[in-house]
């Protein structure tokens, strides 16, 4: 029997310490279990969340081992090498899908009967490969795929033009990596039209604008790790935020990467597209409305992930 309550992170480097940390936070679960291949690394991190447990509520958060996923609600599996100054994700393929062919067994070995969701790069082809080897369906995986692309193209909106990030209505879709797109034609500002809100602010210059936008969000990763060698708050960040969608049953649109399975003639792999989540996994994939540009962008992106993950022989 599932327990609403419990969730477990498998892999304890700075991403799945930093998404512990922003769970316990949140306050979504009762108990948290903390799996990595390096047990005293997840014993430490337990430990040093659970200090601060006094200042965030009740809750249980403990290193743990795989035969205790059978009544989790979430898996979140973060395992695998970290992007390098000048690799690109897709550069991380081999090293992790040899990590996940190691976990994900362990994980249907113990019955697990929750939601997996996938963080690890390159998270398209994972979050695949996850699918392929689980044997769960489709709505059941679950990759962060460009929910955080999409929170740095509205915060990057929200800068230029001075308004608060929460009224700016605007997606990244496809790969979670170089090939992503901004989908500008349904963009908008708490209902106006992008270009119309941006002229009211006083910018005319749209396609200038809308690239620089674009190039701050797709090498924004590349840009933080030659600074400081890793990215984990805003991943962290969105993973709970995922996390509280499918835990509340919220039904929030997010553009998780999911199998496709036809959309925009797209099928059996992994990208991000607009979908509503909630206590099922994925409820419904959204084919929302492309311009013809977009729409070939997509399918590039559609392209270069199919040619990776047809190699991988899953």
Same mark, same amino acid.
């Given at each position: 029997?599932?327990?609403?309550?419990?969730?477990?992170?498998i892999g304890c480097g700075f991403v799945?310490?930093?998404?512990?940390?922003?769970?316990?936070?949140?306050?979504?679960?009762?108990?948290?279990?903390?799996? +990595?291949?390096?047990?005293?690394?997840?014993?430490?991190?337990?430990?040093?969340?659970?200090?601060?447990?006094?200042?965030?509520?009740?809750?249980?958060?403990?290193?743990?081992?795989?035969?205790?996923?059978?009544?989790?609600?979430?898996?979140?599996?973060?395992?695998?090498?970290?992007?390098?100054? /000048?690799?690109?994700?897709? +550069?991380?393929?081999?090293?992790?899908v040899a990590i996940l062919k190691s976990?994900?067994?362990?994980?249907?070995?113990?019955?697990?009967?929750?939601?997996?969701?996938?963080?690890?790069?390159?998270? +398209?082809?994972?979050?695949?490969?996850?699918?392929?080897?689980?044997?769960?369906?489709?709505?059941?995986?679950?990759?962060?795929?460009?929910?955080? +692309?999409?929170?740095?193209?509205?915060?990057?909106?929200?800068?230029?033009?001075?308004?608060?990030?929460?009224?700016?209505?605007?997606?990244?879709?496809?790969?979670?990596?170089?090939?992503?797109?901004?989908?500008?034609?349904?963009?908008?500002?708490? /209902?106006?039209?992008?270009?119309?809100?941006?002229?009211?602010?006083?910018?005319?210059?749209?396609?200038?604008?809308?690239?620089?936008?674009?190039?701050?969000?797709?090498?924004?990763?590349?840009?933080?790790?030659?600074?400081?060698?890793?990215?984990?708050?805003?991943?962290?960040?969105?993973?709970?935020?995922?996390?509280?969608?499918?835990?509340?049953?919220?039904?929030?649109?997010?553009?998780?990467?999911?199998?496709?399975? /036809?959309?925009?003639?797209?099928?059996?792999?992994?990208?991000?597209?607009?979908?509503?989540?909630?206590?099922?996994?994925?409820?419904?994939?959204?084919?929302?409305?492309?311009?013809?540009?977009?729409?070939?962008?997509?399918?590039?992106?559609?392209?270069?992930?199919?040619?990776?993950?047809?190699?991988?022989?899953?």
């Amino acid at each position: 029997m599932i327990n609403t309550g419990k969730a477990a992170v498998i892999g304890c480097g700075f991403v799945g310490a930093s998404i512990a940390f922003a769970l316990m936070q949140k306050r979504l679960f009762s108990e948290l279990v903390l799996i +990595d291949s390096n047990a005293e690394k997840a014993e430490g991190e337990a430990m040093d969340l659970s200090d601060g447990l006094p200042y965030a509520g009740t809750m249980d958060i403990h290193a743990g081992s795989y035969d205790e996923l059978s009544d989790c609600a979430l898996a979140i599996i973060t395992a695998g090498a970290n992007q390098k100054p /000048g690799e690109t994700r897709l +550069d991380l393929i081999d090293k992790n899908v040899a990590i996940l062919k190691s976990v994900i067994p362990e994980i249907t070995k113990s019955d697990f009967k929750g939601i997996l969701m996938i963080v690890s790069n390159p998270v +398209d082809v994972l979050t695949y490969a996850a699918y392929k080897i689980s044997g769960f369906p489709a709505h059941r995986v679950i990759g962060s795929g460009t929910v955080l +692309d999409t929170a740095r193209l509205k915060q990057l909106l929200s800068e230029h033009l001075k308004v608060n990030s929460g009224s700016v209505h605007a997606v990244i879709i496809g790969e979670h990596g170089d090939s992503e797109l901004a989908v500008w034609s349904g963009a908008n500002v708490s /209902g106006i039209d992008l270009n119309h809100f941006c002229e009211l602010r006083g910018h005319h210059d749209h396609k200038r604008a809308m690239q620089l936008i674009y190039e701050g969000v797709r090498d924004s990763a590349y840009e933080i790790i030659k600074r400081k060698g890793a990215t984990y708050y805003g991943i962290a960040m969105a993973v709970s935020r995922i996390s509280e969608s499918i835990m509340k049953d919220e039904h929030s649109v997010l553009p998780v990467s999911v199998v496709l399975k /036809g959309e925009y003639g797209i099928s059996d792999i992994c990208l991000s597209i607009p979908s509503i989540v909630g206590k099922a996994g994925i409820e419904s994939v959204l084919e929302i409305p492309l311009a013809e540009e977009e729409k070939k962008a997509l399918l590039n992106s559609a392209e270069r992930i199919k040619e990776v993950t047809d190699r991988l022989k899953l």
